[in-house]
């Protein structure tokens, strides 16, 4: 049973690019959440899906970002125009269901350097 | 903002037990305290999870005084490769799961 699985492991974009970070949740597990670690910091929640739906965008800059959870495939967090402030690690993490004893799985991470 | 405070870091020596203390005095009723772990380049993960009293797995234990207003990571018999960020996190029951990760705790193992 394969983990959660991000790509690319590594992105590079110059300013002004769009950059796209893919996440495969756990099998069977239809919640997913993306959060973003800057160096020495802890991670931020960003947003919250469950497939197809976006249950909670509040950790998400209003402009720029957006996520998706299609029904087939993977999810898609999206970053258009990039900034050197958008160089962090972003994780994905996904669970059976939602509530506190349902374990958040997280993946590698994908660290994007903005030049 | 994070709902919890714990030491920026510490050092420990292989073989010692590690305890490590959270300070969370505005939980909720409804919050439980969770504990993740992270190496380097790596996403976070589970270690353990308790509402009150004393919890223990196979890695840790975690102790929660009646107040609930702190708790303590016990680490047995670290060695090297438990160095690493130890997140404390307060996590609302049935909630839409959004963990606030604080700054942790830096663990260094040292030989």
């Known amino acids: 049973n ?6 690319p492991r590594h992105l590079v974009r110059r300013r002004g690019q769009e950059a796209r970070l893919r996440c495969s949740p756990m099998k069977g597990h239809s919640h997913v959440y993306w959060y973003r670690q800057l160096p020495e910091e802890g991670l931020k929640f960003m ?51 939602r509530g506190v004893d349902n374990e958040q799985f997280f993946g590698p991470g994908t660290r994007l350097t903005v030049l | 903002l994070a709902k919890t405070t714990q030491p920026i ?10 305890n490590i203390t959270c300070s969370h005095n505005n939980i909720a009723t409804n919050d439980y305290i969770t504990w993740y772990q992270q190496f380097p380049s790596q996403g976070p993960r589970f270690i ?25 990571l016990s680490l047995p018999r670290v060695s090297l490769s438990d160095t690493a960020v130890y997140y404390c ?16 705790t830096r663990l260094m193992v040292k030989p």
């Open chain 1, 2 to 7: 394969a983990g959660v699985m991000q790509n």
């Open chain 1, 47 to 97: 947003v919250y899906l469950q497939k197809e739906n976006i249950i909670d965008e509040s950790g998400m800059p209003k402009e720029r970002f957006s996520a998706e959870f299609p029904k087939e495939g993977p999810s898609i967090l999206r970053i258009q125009q990039v900034v050197r402030g958008d160089s962090a690690a972003y994780f994905c993490a996904s669970s059976l269901d």
């Open chain 2, 9 to 18: 870091s510490m050092d420990s020596y292989e073989g010692q037990e590690v």
């Open chain 2, 48 to 72: 353990i999870q308790g509402y009150k009293t004393k919890v223990t797995n196979e890695v840790a234990s975690l102790f929660i005084p009646a107040d609930r207003k702190s708790s303590t």
């Open chain 2, 89 to 104: 996190l307060t996590v609302e029951f049935n909630a839409g799961n959004m963990l606030t990760f604080g700054g942790g």
